[in-house]
């Protein structure tokens, strides 16, 4: 076994070990998010796979789940806004998250916020792809409970976020639950200046070019 | 010049589309109605026509004076009674295969009345409303102007009349000016007045006022609630306490049910079901009407609001056949629509204009056999509309499976589907005879077709029986499987790891 074989099967290994860390994350979630960043114990590679089977459970949701359960137009379905609609948010709680409490004594680093935003969409993953194969199976009867399961994961996941907060940035419950809402603040103004900026980009861009054409007439 | 030789090669296109065309298509009685539904998801679907206008009869055509702002029809038998308001006059048409004619105009009765101008009294009606017009003949009058019920018999001579009835139900201040009247068999009358909004008034078979049915629940809201916590006593004065519906129209069916219409209701609580602008009410004023369509009957799904007309459908006369299908009348499109007993809207037509089988403000609908009448109250005329084969076939449909012949129905439907293939109904009800002969997997099929999640639903769970049943055996050896894998994991872990031991072991004392 050569010394680069040896490498590469060793970071496979811990991609595997960072992965299956996320298991122990939704159980042990104090313990978890502590050891996540302080003891290096999960890995940007294994977030962004959470990350993108949250998107691919949320797309098999859709086309998978008895029409029962299920209202979606697939012809009015566009997939690069469905991309969208579930980056997006995830990426400006991120951001907007960070700049927070980068202002407010967090102890965390972008990256760190960034993988306990992903490794806290565990449980979405892993409660949704059951139950949409599980609608296949159920009456509308039966098929009532299943909503349930889906306000579990979400509740789930929205209680890992919170304790995310509190153990990559060191804050207590109520500095953590205020740290959520101001991010959600953030994530408003964000939007808010982005719009901002391309609208004035826009505005400008017509300016120039209203320019051009004033000054093409007039000197030929 | 030019527009002079464009309409010259339109001429004599459609003279060579008039010579080509066999006779039948060209013949003028063939009027085409724009027919439509929906489905599942609200979208409108063109339909083949379910009802053909076939005539247009207005007073000319009948040979009497024009009618003016006529307000009602009844039709009883093959006779078509119209309340010619503007005229003060009854109109007694007979109804037959060839066309309308006039049996008589009644603008007056004899016998004894309380009403008098000055001296004399009135024997003539002033602004009547409505007819209705019992099994011997009798004729309820609302005579609106005249504030007064009349009951004649069939040769005009008054029975009796009710006045407005001395009751605290009534705001004394009001006038009593009765507007919609139906009696049951057993002779009680069903009045609509105007300026009184707490239902259908109920008048016994003598005349005297009971009290009132059918007034809809008042839905309290939280926001209701909330604004009279937080004010004063006079501003909570000021506020109308509750307006239950005010009904605008009376239709009675064969089995003495009363079906009430009304315009009055917020376009957001049509989604909800909650603004229910029909109602079929039983003898103690309660709701029965069944909506299991995906809409409640309601008319139009969706609109624009363009030419004029906005907002949803004003539904203003009901009428409902012997297999209580019912058909309704929206004033502010034209349109009509039927409705199967369970709710599901089977086709909508007409629609406004001035061409034949379109109307300007219907009023009115009535039914003769299979034949709808249709007033219009603007142009005085009346529209009449026949069923076509693709009408026929989907009410044989709906019979054969009101009486049980589930095979029958499905062999309606399958011929109705040739016609339309986007017809929800017909995917339903064959679904259903499919259920019936325990073909769960077609049913399903058919169900998924059309989306009907309920039939859907069970169709699955009697299929999911079978085959559980079916497949017993099967399912019992994988369970077991199932439940010997965790004891056969732990085993092979086990041996891996004695292996390891040993191997690590023996290696170690190796090395020694």
């Known amino acids: ?31 978890g998010f502590w050891d996540l960043t302080h003891e290096k114990r999960g890995s940007m590679a294994a977030a962004n796979t959470l990350l993108i089977l949250t998107f691919l459970t949320n797309l098999w949701a859709m086309r998978f789940t008895n029409f029962m359960f299920n209202d979606v137009r697939w012809e009015r379905v566009n997939i690069w806004s469905q991309v969208a609609g579930i980056l997006a948010p995830l990426l400006l709680y991120v951001v907007a998250n960070w700049c927070l409490t980068t202002l407010f004594d967090g102890k965390g680093r972008m990256k760190d916020v960034y993988m306990g935003m992903c490794y806290s969409l565990t449980p979405y993953i892993l409660i949704t792809n059951p139950i949409t194969i599980i609608s296949n199976f159920v009456t ?16 789930w996941a929205f209680c ?11 804050y207590s419950l109520g500095k953590a639950i205020m740290a959520i809402l101001f991010s959600a603040v953030g994530m408003m103004i964000i939007v808010f200046l982005v719009m901002l900026f391309f609208s004035l980009v826009s505005d400008a861009i017509a300016f120039f ?12 | 010049m030019k527009l002079k030789r464009k309409f010259a090669a339109a001429l004599l296109a459609v003279a060579t589309i008039v010579a080509v065309c066999p006779a039948g298509v060209a013949n003028a009685t063939e009027v085409n109605s724009y027919t439509y539904n929906y489905d599942y998801w609200g979208l409108e679907y063109e339909s083949p026509d379910a009802y053909r206008p076939v005539s247009y009869t207005d007073g000319a055509a009948l040979g009497i004076t024009a009618l003016k702002a006529p307000k009602s029809m009844f039709t009883r038998d093959n006779s078509l009674y119209i309340v010619d308001s503007g005229n003060n006059r009854i109109l007694e048409l007979l109804v037959e295969d060839t066309g309308l004619s006039v049996v008589r105009e009644i603008t007056g009765f004899t016998g004894e009345t309380k009403v008098l101008n000055g001296e004399e009294p009135v024997l003539t009606f002033n602004a009547p409303q409505d007819i209705y017009v019992a099994e011997n003949g009798d004729m309820y009058i609302t005579d609106q102007a005249n504030y007064r019920i009349l009951h004649l018999d069939k040769d ?16 004394p201040e009001n006038p009593f000016e009765p507007n919609k009247i139906v009696v049951d068999r057993s002779g009680r009358m069903f009045v609509l007045a105007k300026n009184v909004n707490k239902g259908v008034m109920q008048f016994e078979e003598e005349g005297n006022f009971v009290g009132f049915i059918g007034a809809s629940e008042v839905v309290f809201s939280m926001a209701d609630m909330i604004k009279k916590t937080f004010s004063t006593k006079a501003q909570r004065d000021q506020m109308i306490d509750f307006v239950p519906t005010e009904y605008n129209n009376l239709y009675i069916d064969n089995k003495s049910f009363i079906y009430c219409t009304t315009e009055v209701f917020e376009e957001a609580d049509l989604d909800a079901g909650t603004a229910k602008p029909i109602r079929r009410l039983n003898s103690l004023g309660g709701d029965i009407l069944i909506r299991n369509g995906e809409m409640p009957p309601c008319g139009d799904w969706q609109w ?28 502010v499109r034209g349109r009509l629509f039927g409705y199967d007993e369970q709710g599901h809207l089977l086709y909508a037509f007409g629609g406004p204009g001035n061409q034949l089988g379109y109307f300007t403000y219907p009023i009115a609908i009535e039914h003769v056999g299979t034949d709808l009448y249709v007033l219009d109250t603007v142009t005085g005329g009346i529209t009449r509309f026949a069923r076509t084969e693709f009408g026929d076939l989907i009410h044989s449909a709906l019979d054969e499976y009101d009486v049980g012949n589930y ?5 309606y439907w399958e011929e109705v589907l040739a016609m339309n293939g986007n017809y929800e109904l017909a995917y339903i009800g064959i679904g259903r005879s499919y259920l019936r002969q325990q073909d769960y997997k077609t049913a399903m099929e058919y169900f998924e077709v059309m989306r009907d999640d309920d039939n859907y639903s069970r169709a699955w769970k009697y299929y999911r029986k079978d085959w559980i049943e079916n497949n017993l055996g099967y399912v019992i050896i994988v369970l077991v499987v199932l439940g010997f894998i965790p004891v056969i994991v732990k085993k092979i872990k086990k041996i891996r790891w004695e292996a390891k031991e040993q191997y690590e072991y023996e290696s170690e004392s190796k090395n020694k």
């Open chain 1, 209 to 220: 070019i209203s320019i051009g054409k004033e000054i093409l007439l007039r000197v030929y």
């Open chain 2, 407 to 411: 095979e029958g129905s499905a062999e």
């Open chain 1, 140 to 155: 509308m009867e039966e098929g009532a409970f299943l909503a349930y399961f889906d306000y579990l994961a979400l509740g």
């Open chain 1, 1 to 31: 076994m050569n010394l680069k074989a040896k490498i590469n099967k060793s970071a496979w290994t811990r991609y595997k070990e960072s992965l299956k860390y996320a298991l122990y994350i939704m159980t042990h979630p104090f313990d």
């Open chain 2, 156 to 171: 005009c001579n008054l029975i009796k009349e009710m006045l407005k009835p001395d009751s605290p139900l009534l705001d």
């Open chain 2, 304 to 331: 624009g609001d363009a030419a004029g007309m906005s907002g949803a459908s004003r539904i203003v006369d009901i009428t409902a056949m012997d297999d209580e299908t019912y058909y309704v009348v929206d004033r």
């Open chain 1, 160 to 170: 890992l976020i919170l304790i995310s907060v509190m153990q990559i940035h060191d």
